[in-house]
Structure formats: C-alpha cells, structure tokens
T-cell receptor
Framework: GAGVSQSPSNKVTEKGKDVELRCDPI?????LYWYRQSLGQGLEFLIY????????KSGLPSDRFSAERTGGSVSTLTIQRTQQEDSAVYLC?????????????FGSGTQLSVL | AQSVTQPDIHITVSEGASLELRCNYS??????LFWYVQSPGQGLQLLLK??????LVQGIKGFEAEFKRSQSSFNLRKPSVHWSDAAEYFC??????????FGQGTRLTINP
C-alpha cells in the first residue's frame, strides 16, 4: 500500500491477556516508530527502529511491552498481561532514513481497549 | 529534557475567523519544530516544520507558524479557518535522539 498500515484497527481484550499489534511501514523506509496516545494525553514515544541498529527502547513503560521488527519491514508491538491503563491508541510511523527532522508518516492507529 | 506545552486543550472559533494555536518548547539547543494535524479517524499529517532560517514558515492548507526564540514559542496561525480544519493539532520538537516529543494537543472546533 501507499501508506503506513496498522492492524487491527480496534482490539478489545480482557485484563491479563496478551495482545499483538502490527505495523506495515511504507516500503523502503528504514526508520519505524511506535507511539501511544492516551485519552487527553499527547503522544508518548515508545520505541524506535533504525535499519539493523539496536532499537531505542527508552520509551517502553514496563517490561510487559516489547517490539520487534522483522526483515527491516513489518513490526509487531506485544503487550503481555494487559492492564486497564494500557487502553490507548497505539500509533506507528515510518520515515525514509530516520534523519533528524525528517517527516514522519503515521498510520491510523490501533485502538486498544482493556476491559 | 525536551518538552512541549500546548496551553489550550480545546479552542472553538467561527468559520472564517482567524486562528492561533500556542506552543511553547523547552530545548537546550536549536530546536527542530513541527506541527502535525490529526483529523478524526486518521493518522497524523505534517502541516509544517522549522529548522533554521526564516522564522516564519508556510505549510499546507494555508497554515503558517512563527518561531520566536526569545519566547521559546512556535505558534500556529491561519487567517481564515474552514469547517474542514476541525481536528486535533500537535506541536512537537525533535530531540537529538531522532524521536519527536509531542505536546498534549489542542482540539479545534469550528462553529458554522
């Protein structure tokens, strides 16, 4: 596709269950970001992948959160033992090279609701 | 640490009226500044950005923003808003670590 694709668009889960959120970046983009948007909050940085370098995980809120990027393309964000405070919109973005100041292309997000 | 403050959570303006959304940042060096817009059900879209040079930058959809170093501000303006401008607007600063730090956003409502 032409843009960043995220799936599912909506996910409802029960507290304590694990969830996986998927991001397909724009083809050829080496940089990939995950952000979290909670109700009434701004966007919170979670993790950044750049090519084959070790990811910047400095924004992950707890060890229940993890992410991987396979083959430099698709990324999966995994939340284990979900809690109600994990409810938010999870946004993925990509950019061509990850250079400072580069435009980010965002997906439409995954709305996660933890009951 | 870098931070961005958008003092107004929600602003309502009439269609055709002028608009100014405020943004203040905290950053030790020369900042890279951005405004993104999020329309309902859509991803964020870049409106404009500032790196250096002319402190008044033009963006898409008729928006402009002015960088004022002395005030640590990067306010977004539009001379005449349209109903389609109703959305949430985010100011952001690009840290040295290649990740954007966003403000909390300003929700814009347009009255007909």
């Amino acid at each position: 596709g032409a843009g960043v694709s995220q799936s599912p668009s909506n996910k409802v889960t029960e507290k304590g269950k694990d969830v996986e959120l998927r991001c397909d970046p724009i083809s050829g983009h080496t940089a990939l970001y995950w952000y979290r948007q909670s109700l009434g909050q701004g966007l919170e940085f979670l993790i950044y992948f750049q090519g084959n370098s070790a990811p910047d995980k400095s924004g992950l809120p707890s060890d229940r959160f993890s992410a991987e990027r396979t083959g430099g393309s698709v990324s999966t964000l995994t939340i284990q033992r979900t809690q109600q405070e994990d409810s938010a919109v999870y946004l993925c973005a990509s950019s061509p090279t990850g250079a400072r100041g580069e435009k980010l292309f965002f997906g439409s997000g995954t709305q996660l609701s933890v009951l | 640490a870098q931070s961005v403050t958008q003092p107004d959570i929600h602003i309502t303006v009439s269609e055709g009226a002028s608009l100014e959304l405020r943004c203040n940042y905290s950053y030790g060096a020369t900042p890279y500044l951005f405004w993104y817009v999020q329309s309902p059900g859509q991803g964020l879209q870049l409106l404009l950005k500032y790196f250096s040079g002319d402190t008044l930058v033009q963006g898409i959809k008729g928006f402009e923003a002015e960088f004022k170093r002395s005030q640590s501000s990067f306010n977004l303006r539009k001379p005449s808003v349209h109903w389609s401008d109703a959305a949430e607007y985010f100011c952001a600063v690009d840290s040295w670590a290649q990740k954007l730090v966003f403000g909390q956003g300003t929700r814009l409502t347009i009255n007909p």
